[in-house]
Structures are given as structure tokens and as C-alpha cells.
């Protein structure tokens, strides 16, 4: 009895496609190994690698094999040459390479920033919502404060940008990479004393603060609040809003060797303006007060020779959604996320 041409290309088209689900599954399953220092591969769900990227960032080998060839002695007998291996009078060591040793420095610089993502992330969460919890920084306890500052310290040991002040001295270039710090950022939390000042005024309160970044200008901007208004529901007041912005220029530091991180920040001019009054916008039927700090002849300078409007500001961590960073005078920590958007 003949089979049915319809079965015979039914079973062919299920062979086929079996074949085809093992073939695309194989590299999948590569997908999610990452190397272990200890050798061997390892499963890691929080880190997808595919091997076709994996295989650059191994060590070239340059011609040389995990084992040396072993030293040979030639020696005749009755016309004929035969090949021994030359004994060693010392003990002869066995050096087991893994997978760890093979990998290239931007390999392992890989891996590391790979396999610390889950704790940084977990970190960056707890940070934000202490943040929330103590109205970033202003009502923070001093438990509070030291439960922070470890946090700071842990992300800082993950950094994984070790050059973040690079490209701040010019505007960006078509087609140039953009500067680490490139963005628009909101505090989240602070401990230095000129910020926590702004909340001490018996009119104002202090609103959202965002750091605006576009090299190698930095405009810090401030939300003021008049006080009364956090006293009336939303609902039962006309609204009012005030915003000042402090225009900085900065360049790296480029005395010493750590300038990849630390700034040097230029306070260049300062404006004040009413955004919202009893409700209504003002756009621009209200002017700004602003002031401009001119560069005087002879003007005072610091110990450094520097301007004395000149202050640093070290970048101690850096990634594409956190920033942190540190005052070297009058000091503090400052901590921001990254934004879509800030109203400027």
C-alpha cells in the first residue's frame, strides 16, 4: 500500500523544523554563560553575553601554547637518529590555566562590571528610596546620613567609569562621543552644607534640584517654594514658584594624575525668576534678576592659584542612570539620577 505524498512531506517538514529549533537553540544557551575567575563557565540570567562577543575579549596567546614544549636530546645509534625527551634535574611544575587567566584586561574590566550590575542596582534602590524617606538630605538623621555615606562608599569601589571628566572642556562634536556626565540630572540626596542652606530661609522651601550638564557649561537649578504655600492643600491655593540658576564653566583638572575624575568649577553668573505667580505662568512678561561675576585684575585666588570662585568637584561614581560627586571645598556628597528632561 503506498503512502500519502501529504504524509511523507508532513513528516519531512517536522524532521526539518526539529533540526532547525536544535540548531538556533545551541547558540542561544551560549548566550547566558559568562566566565568565572575560578575557571569553567558559569549560568548568569542577570548577564546575557553573546560568545561571539565574548571571544575578542580573551588574551592573545602570540604563538605560545598553555604548555611548553618539552627540551629533546638527539642522539645516534649504528646510523640511526632517534629523538628523547631531556629530563629536567628539577621538579618539574604543572600550571593549570583557566578560563579567568585567558581573558584580555577589558575582558576582565567586562566581567567585573557584568557580574557587580545586580549589587550596584540594588544599592542605587536603597539609596533612592532613603532619599525619599528623608526628603534628600534635609531631614535626614544622623543615622541616616552614616547609613548613606556606606552606601556611597560600596557603589564608589563599582565604578565603572574611571574617566569621567573627559570631553568637559569643549562642546561636542558631530559625531564625537558624548561626555559620561552629558545630561540632565536631579538630586536625590545631599550632605553638602551650601545646598542644605537653601532650606533654612523662614519664606522659602526648597523644590526639585537638577544639574544640567552640557560640557563645558554645568547649570545647577534650584526651585523655591514659598513656605506657606506647603501649609494649604494643593487644591486650595493659587500656586507659586520661583527658579534660580547658577551657570558654571568646568574643566578637568589636569595637574595630577587623578584629573580623569576631578573638575575644576567656574561660578560664572546667577538669575532668579518668578516661573509661576498665584497660579498663572509668567513666561516672559516677568524679567529675571540676574548677575554676572565679572574677571577683575588681581582678583583674590586660593592656595592653589586658582580664582577664588574656582571650586572642584570630583566625579566618584558615574553610569548611565546614577551620578555621584563630591565637593572638595566646602564639601559634601551629592547624589543624582539621570532624567529625560528638566524644566529649565
Not at 537649578?221 to 547658577?246: H, Y
Amino acid at each position: 500500500r503506498k503512502r500519502s505524498p501529504s504524509i511523507l512531506i508532513y513528516a519531512f517538514a517536522i524532521t526539518m523544523l526539529y533540526r532547525t529549533t536544535i540548531f538556533l537553540l545551541i547558540p542561544t544557551v551560549g548566550a547566558f554563560l559568562t566566565l568565572s575567575p575560578g575557571g569553567g563557565v558559569a549560568i548568569d540570567s542577570h548577564a546575557p553575553i553573546s560568545m561571539s562577543r565574548v571571544a575578542p575579549l580573551f588574551a592573545s596567546s602570540k604563538g605560545e601554547k598553555s604548555g611548553k614544549d618539552k627540551p629533546t636530546t638527539t642522539s645516534s645509534a649504528n646510523g640511526a637518529t632517534v629523538d628523547t625527551d631531556a629530563a629536567d634535574d628539577s621538579t618539574t611544575t604543572t600550571t593549570t590555566t583557566t578560563a579567568w587567566d585567558e581573558l584580555s584586561d577589558a575582558g576582565r574590566s567586562l566581567w567585573e562590571t557584568i557580574r557587580d550590575a545586580p549589587e550596584r542596582y540594588r544599592i542605587q534602590q536603597d539609596l533612592i528610596l532613603m532619599g525619599a524617606s528623608y526628603d534628600r538630605g534635609f531631614g535626614a538623621s544622623p543615622s541616616a546620613r552614616q547609613k548613606v555615606n556606606e552606601m556611597v562608599k560600596e557603589l564608589i569601589t563599582m565604578n565603572p567609569c574611571q574617566d569621567a571628566a573627559r570631553d568637559m572642556n569643549h562642546r561636542r562634536e558631530k559625531g564625537q562621543e558624548e561626555s559620561p556626565l552629558q545630561g540632565n540630572w536631579r538630586l536625590v540626596w545631599t550632605t553638602a552644607q551650601d545646598i542644605l542652606a537653601l532650606n533654612a530661609s523662614p519664606f522659602t522651601t526648597v523644590g526639585a534640584i537638577h544639574q544640567v550638564v552640557e560640557p563645558p557649561i554645568i547649570t545647577n537649578i534650584v526651585d523655591l517654594i514659598p513656605r506657606a504655600q506647603e501649609l494649604v492643600a494643593p487644591d486650595k491655593i493659587l500656586s507659586t514658584l520661583f527658579r534660580g540658576k547658577v551657570k558654571n564653566k568646568a574643566q578637568p583638572k589636569n595637574r595630577d594624575n587623578d584629573s580623569r575624575m576631578i573638575l575644576d568649577v567656574t561660578f560664572e553668573s546667577v538669575n532668579i525668576k518668578a516661573v509661576e505667580v498665584l497660579g498663572r505662568k509668567t513666561g516672559s512678561n516677568l524679567p529675571a534678576f540676574g548677575l554676572n561675576l565679572p574677571k577683575l585684575p588681581g582678583a583674590p585666588s586660593n592656595n592653589n592659584g586658582r580664582d577664588s570662585s574656582t571650586r572642584q568637584l570630583e566625579i566618584v561614581y558615574v553610569d548611565n542612570k546614577m551620578m555621584i560627586t563630591q565637593q572638595k571645598a566646602p564639601g559634601g556628597t551629592n547624589v543624582f539620577v539621570k532624567v529625560d528632561d528638566a524644566e529649565v
